[in-house]
């Protein structure tokens, strides 16, 4: 399977600390994506970090991309129970030209007021 | 204006049956995709369609799955002969063009086969 892997699978915090997630994956990318995603439903669009960078913000989220090892990160800062949800990292793979998507595993964050 | 929409949200059917899931993408995006998440999983791929054609069908799983696109625009999936491995979120997302980087997902539908 080329589906990637993330890290951790829960976490859970209190308001206003930070939480951070990892992503690995196993293809060469042109991009990489973070997902949100409420109750299991339709997936909303976080922030897009291509193969020639290295960080990337966006309000409260920092992404972090090395290539070299095949891996991302997603920092949310001072975090609120509305961030609450599960949190997917999309590799789009170099080569084809579909621009499919290969999907972690997710991280399911639960902000505790 | 309108995002991605999908139906029915919730299918409930008994195993050998057949099944249509259908897709309507944000008007006048080209690219169409479509992603199954059983429980607890990642996304992974179905099919991809770039106006009516589908260039890419290696993420369907058997051949009881197929899907079209006519007009450009709507899109149905449709799983023959349902079995309960069956049963996930069928979601699809549509992207502007050809090599978009962002797609945007529609809210899925729910697939329960008994």
């Known amino acids: 399977s080329q589906q990637g892997e993330e890290d951790p699978q829960a976490l859970s915090i209190q308001e206003g600390e930070n939480a951070t997630m990892n992503c690995s994956y196993k293809t060469s990318i042109n991009n990489l994506q973070w997902y949100r995603q409420n109750s299991g439903r339709g997936l909303v669009h976080l922030i897009l970090?291509?193969?020639?960078?290295r960080e990337k913000h966006s309000g409260r989220l920092r992404v972090t991309l090395d290539t070299s090892k095949k891996s991302s990160s997603l920092l949310i800062t001072a975090s609120r129970a509305a961030d609450t949800a599960s949190y997917f990292c999309a590799a789009s793979a170099v080569g084809g030209a579909t621009n499919k998507l290969i999907f972690g595993t997710g991280t399911l964050l639960a902000v505790q007021p | 204006g309108a995002g991605v929409s999908q139906s029915p949200s919730n299918k409930v059917t008994e195993k050998g049956k057949d099944v249509e899931l259908r897709c309507d993408p944000i008007?006048?995006?080209?690219?169409l995709y479509w992603y199954r998440q059983s429980l607890g999983q990642g996304l992974e791929f179905l099919i991809y369609?770039?106006?009516?054609?589908?260039?890419?069908k290696s993420g369907l799983p058997s051949d009881r799955f197929s899907a079209e696109r006519t007009g450009g625009s709507v899109s149905t999936l449709t799983i023959q002969r349902t079995q309960q491995e069956d049963s996930a979120v069928y979601l699809c997302?549509?992207?502007?063009?050809?090599?978009?980087?962002?797609?945007?997902f529609g809210p899925g539908t729910r697939l329960t086969v008994l």
């Open positions: 369609f770039q106006g009516n054609s589908a260039p890419d």
């Open positions: 970090i291509r193969s020639n960078e």
């Open positions: 008007s006048g995006h080209t690219a």
């Open positions: 997302a549509s992207s502007p063009q050809r090599g978009s980087d962002t797609q945007y």
